[in-house]
Structures are given as structure tokens and as C-alpha cells.
């Protein structure tokens, strides 16, 4: 090789070698703060809601922050039965426990008792919110390896964009650094401060992920700090549309200095539900100017919805709102008491519960909810037309409030000709309009009739007999159903069917009078009248008595010859006695309890 290359090739060595001393150098710094997180959890079937969950496992990652806490997503820990945790740079696994979760973020607080392990454990600092095009550090244990993983990307956009673990439309960066299972939890790390915490990626495309912005991960924190369990974040519970053509700004009186968005629907269980109307423009949120593009500027420089502005305050804070009804500008406040989807009928994913249902006469009912959407069809957004309406723009009219669903009818002979019946929307049963599973339950319980009438929202009538205990369990036991209904709907200390007939099974063996015995009571009442019944049952009293205490004598008389039999000076022929006794009084006592 000509001398003249060897300089060069010796620059590039020496580059090399300070790239992987200064990739080193990062790796080592933050062993002692990345955590890989192993989860075994339920995953239940609200198909079939009651079957008993499945076992899962998954690994995620996660890392220490201040006050001997972890922090990770919520979707890496739900549904949680065990948690353990290891830091980078140790082998040993710790026990760890949920301290808070928010679901709303995908974000957990976990806790570790073992003070061994907050020996070596060193908490990372919170940075501010990135900016876009700057270089970020993803940590955590992707699939494909064991050992803690780097990669590196360029923050491209920052927007409000929808969480898939419950579908909430909260603040997120995108970056193009490989995000894969196993990464979720992980911190980004930007200047040695967290910047953002991994939580989710699209799988058609590469090296695009997207990450929580610093500032929802310290609002979550904050949250958890002051309330147990934490409130979440809040929600105006409106919908809006955007201005952005001039004939409908002029429609309704905007001036060409002026924006907005126009408001379509007020929930009716919103805290804006009497200050704010249908077809008002919202112009200003507190101090921040609504572009007709439903954005606003933030300080930072950047361009985000307005629903940022509530979505960075708490449950409790006032808003102020400019808005225009009428061509008349008006200012009203609002207290911010509703949290995210919480006015929405169909409730976000549940998670860490098992889900509600309950059986009448082979009919299976429960609430629609996004976990049914989900297990029914992959994707909430697959089900028919009418379900996806309700999921996207549904709202409660009332306080716990819900759709109720017959999921399916168990096929019997009881229920022959109704076996098809499926998915539909439960309208009134027994004559009786149907709010909730609960109003459900009541209705049918109630009703004395030899038939029960459930009426569908397609005004489907169905007709099925009102079974007889006998029947109703015959029905559980064919397929296996330990319940008729979920926890949450039983009576404390309730047994399942099957119990209740197990202990009516034994209730049965015991001895009960017969019509003979009764009969024979009834002739010596008349001849000695009742007087004369009372003392013969004194004297059966009296000797059973006596049986007991010549019973408690011979047991004690036992012991004594037992303890004379172990006494090594007493001879062979008081041992042969008192074993022919011992063996004569353990027969007594065994016909004795027998005829009991």
C-alpha cells in the first residue's frame, strides 16, 4: 500500500476509535438510571367476558427520576399481575409496583421496595420541550438483543396527535429514529436532560416514532403528586370547525382582522354547556388569538391547536374565552371539570379490570365500550357504521350513562330461533328504557312474568321464556360459565350458580323430617297433648346430654389408660386391655358418628 494513504487511514481509525469511546461514554452514563421492564399480565376477552383472562408477557423499558421513582408508559405495565425491573448495567431483577398510572398520557410511576436497588440507581433530569430539527438520543431495549440500544434522530414535527393507548388526542413529537417494540418507556435524551419519553410508531414506515413532549410527562407528574389516583387531563368538551373560508367567516360576521372556529356541538354534561352555544366563534383563549385553522401561536415560536392551551392546565384552573355570538363579542370563563372523553358514551379502553356483563335466560348483556369495538372487529373503526358514529361523536346526556349490547343468545332449546341474534343495541327490556347495564339488571330481576321482551334500537322484538333457577343453570353449566354476572355486578359474598347448586346438593343429604315422622309427632300431640310433647322432648334432650358427657368421660378415661400404656413400668397385660378398650370405644364413636 503507498505510504502517502496511511495518514488517512490513520485519521479515520482515530475518528472511529473516538466515536465508540464517545458512544461508550454515553452508555456508561445512563446504565445506572435506563431500566428494562418484564410485565406479566390478564388480557381478557370482552367477546367472551366470561372466560377467564389469558396470560401475556412483554418486556419495556423505563428510567429512574427523582424521589426513587421509574418512570415508563402506561401500556408497558397494564393490565399488570407481576412487575419486575433491572437497571442497564446489573443482571439482578427487582419486584416493582405500580405507584400511578394514567392511561389518558401512556405514562406509570413505579416503585421499587428493595433498597438495594437505589444503591446504584441515579435519576435523570427533565429538560424543556425539543424543538424542531433537534438531535435527540432514544434509550432502551428494542427486540433483538439483550443488552441496552442507542439510536439517534431529528425532531420533525410537533402537533397534537391521537395516543393509541386510549385513543387521546394530547401533544407529540415526531422523530425519525427506530422506534421498536421493547423501546416504549425508554427516555430521549437530548444536552443529558429527558426531553420526551418513547410511547408508540407507525409499523408501515421506517425510522419514524413519536415520543411525549417533556411538558405533558411534568403535568402527568405533577398530577400524580397531588391526586391518588391521578385526575388526568382536561377537556372543553366541544366540537368545533375550522374557518378557513371566507363566505362562512362572512356568514357570521368575522371582520378581516379576525379569526376563529366556529363551534358545532356543546356536550350536554360539559362546563360549557350554559356559557358556550352551537354556532358561536371562538376568537381568543385566554391571551392566545384562535387562527381559523384551530391553531394558535405559542410562545415557543410553534403553531399548535388551541386545545393545547386546556390540555396544559388542570382539572379545577379557569380559562378565559373570547367568542362572538351574534356579531356581538362576549367573554366568559369556564372551570375546567370535565376530564378527557369523559362526556363521551362510549368509554375510552379499560384497562386493570375484568369486563362487565350479565346472563338472563341465555342472553348475554354488557356495555358498549371500546374493548368490545376492538375485540369484535381489530379496529374500533372496522364495526359497523352505527357503532363507529357513537365511538367518534357520542355523548352522554346523563351521568353514567351507556350503550347497552346484547353481545350474543347461548343456544339451548330455551332459546331456539334466536341463536343469530347478535351485536345489537338494547333499547328497552320489559317495557322499560335501558340507560345502563345496571337499569338492565333491575328490569329483568324484577320481573315476575313468564317471559322477558328485549326491544333493539332497529326496533327488533325478541321474545325468550323467563327461565326457572334449574334452567338458567343448566344453560351456565353447557357452556362452562362460572357467573352469570361480572364482579362489579354481584352482591358481596355472592356464589356462582354452580356453588349455590353444590351447597343445595349437600343441604340435600342432610337429614330432613319425612311426612312419616311428622305424622307420627302430629298422633302423640293428640294423645298427650302438647304439654306431654314438651317432656318427651326435654327427655330427649337430657339423655342426649348424658350421652355427651359419658362420651367426654370416656375420652378422658382413654387418655388416662393411653398415658399408663406409654409408662414403660406398667406391664403387657394392661397394654393388651387398654388397646382392646381403645379399639372398642374408637368403633362407638365412629357408629356413633355415623348415625348422626
Known amino acids: 500500500m503507498p505510504k502517502r494513504r496511511r495518514p488517512f487511514i490513520d485519521r479515520v481509525k482515530k475518528i472511529h476509535e473516538k466515536m465508540v469511546a464517545h458512544r461508550k461514554a454515553q452508555e456508561e452514563a445512563f446504565e445506572d438510571s435506563i431500566v428494562k421492564v418484564y410485565t406479566q ?45 433491572r437497571l442497564a448495567n446489573e443482571a439482578l431483577r427487582y419486584t416493582a409496583k405500580v405507584k400511578s398510572i394514567g392511561y389518558d398520557c401512556d405514562l406509570a410511576i413505579l416503585e421499587v421496595e428493595n433498597p438495594d436497588f437505589w444503591i446504584k440507581a441515579q435519576p435523570l433530569e427533565f429538560g424543556e420541550m425539543p424543538n424542531i430539527r433537534d438531535e435527540v438520543s432514544v434509550y432502551g431495549f428494542p427486540t433483538g438483543g439483550v443488552e441496552l440500544s442507542i439510536t439517534k434522530g431529528i425532531v420533525s414535527r410537533i402537533e397534537i396527535q391521537e395516543y393509541v393507548n386510549q385513543s387521546m388526542k394530547l401533544l407529540t413529537a415526531q422523530i425519525d429514529a427506530a422506534i ?68 362562512l367567516r362572512g356568514t357570521y360576521g368575522l371582520k378581516p382582522d379576525q379569526s376563529g372556529v366556529r363551534v358545532v356541538s356543546v356536550a350536554a354534561l360539559s362546563a360549557a354547556h350554559q356559557l358556550i352555544q352551537e354556532d358561536d366563534v371562538l376568537l381568543k383563549i385566554n391571551d392566545y388569538i384562535i387562527n381559523n385553522d384551530r391553531t ?42 370535565n376530564a378527557a372523553k369523559s362526556t363521551h358514551i362510549v368509554p375510552p379502553k379499560e384497562f386493570d379490570k375484568a369486563p362487565t356483563y350479565y346472563i338472563a335466560s341465555g342472553v348475554v348483556l354488557q356495555p358498549l365500550t371500546t374493548n368490545y369495538l376492538e375485540d369484535g372487529w381489530g379496529n374500533p373503526y372496522n364495526a359497523p357504521s352505527e357503532f363507529v358514529s357513537l365511538f367518534k361523536t357520542g355523548k352522554k346526556t346523563k351521568p353514567n350513562e351507556e350503550v347497552v349490547m346484547l353481545n350474543r343468545i347461548l343456544a339451548s332449546p330455551e332459546t331456539a330461533g334466536y341463536t343469530h341474534v347478535s351485536d345489537e343495541m338494547i333499547k328497552s327490556i320489559n317495557g322499560k328504557q335501558i340507560s345502563c347495564i345496571k337499569e338492565a339488571v333491575e328490569s329483568i330481576e324484577s320481573n315476575r312474568g313468564t317471559h322477558h321482551t328485549f326491544v333493539t334500537q332497529g326496533n327488533q322484538k325478541i321474545v325468550i321464556k323467563n327461565l326457572t333457577e334449574k334452567e338458567h343453570r ?70 342426649k346430654s348424658k350421652e355427651k358427657v359419658n362420651e367426654k368421660e370416656k375420652i378422658v378415661y382413654m387418655e388416662d389408660e393411653n398415658e399408663k400404656r406409654n409408662d414403660p413400668e406398667s406391664g403387657n397385660e394392661s397394654r393388651e386391655a387398654t388397646d382392646s378398650s381403645f379399639e372398642f370405644e374408637l368403633e362407638e364413636r365412629s357408629s356413633k358418628r355415623r348415625r348422626t
Open 180 to 247: 421498536n417494540p421493547g423501546n416504549s418507556g425508554g427516555p430521549v435524551i437530548s444536552g443529558h436532560r429527558v426531553v420526551g419519553v418513547v410511547h408508540q410508531s407507525i409499523h408501515y414506515s421506517q425510522n419514524l416514532g413519536y415520543i411525549i413532549p417533556a411538558s405533558v410527562v411534568l403535568h402527568f407528574i405533577q398530577d400524580s403528586d397531588e391526586h391518588k389516583p391521578p385526575r388526568g387531563f382536561p377537556d372543553l368538551a366541544i366540537s368545533t370547525q375550522a374557518l378557513e373560508s371566507e363566505d
Open 41 to 85: 399480565a390478564k388480557e381478557y376477552n370482552y367477546c367472551r367476558p366470561w372466560e377467564s383472562p389469558s396470560i401475556e408477557k412483554w418486556i419495556g423499558s423505563g428510567f429512574v427520576i427523582s424521589d426513587n421513582r421509574i418512570l415508563t408508559n402506561a401500556h408497558v405495565v397494564q393490565n399488570h399481575t407481576f412487575i419486575e425491573v
Open 474 to 543: 343448566a344453560i351456565l353449566e353447557k357452556y362452562d360459565i362460572h357467573f352469570d354476572r361480572s364482579k362489579d355486578l354481584r352482591r358481596p359474598g355472592a356464589l356462582s350458580p354452580m356453588a349455590v347448586k353444590d351447597n343445595l346438593l349437600l343441604f340435600s343429604k342432610k337429614r330432613i323430617p319425612s311426612e312419616k315422622s311428622n305424622d307420627r309427632r302430629e298422633e302423640y300431640v293428640k294423645e298427650h297433648g302438647e304439654d306431654g310433647m314438651r317432656e318427651k322432648m326435654n327427655e330427649k334432650q337430657n339423655e
Open 296 to 337: 394558535i401561536k405559542h410562545e415557543s415560536g410553534k403553531r399548535i391547536d388551541f386545545n393545547f392551551v386546556v390540555q396544559d392546565s388542570f382539572l379545577g384552573d379557569m380559562v378565559i374565552i373570547t367568542l362572538l355570538r351574534k356579531k356581538k363579542e362576549r367573554v366568559v370563563q369556564i372551570k375546567l371539570t
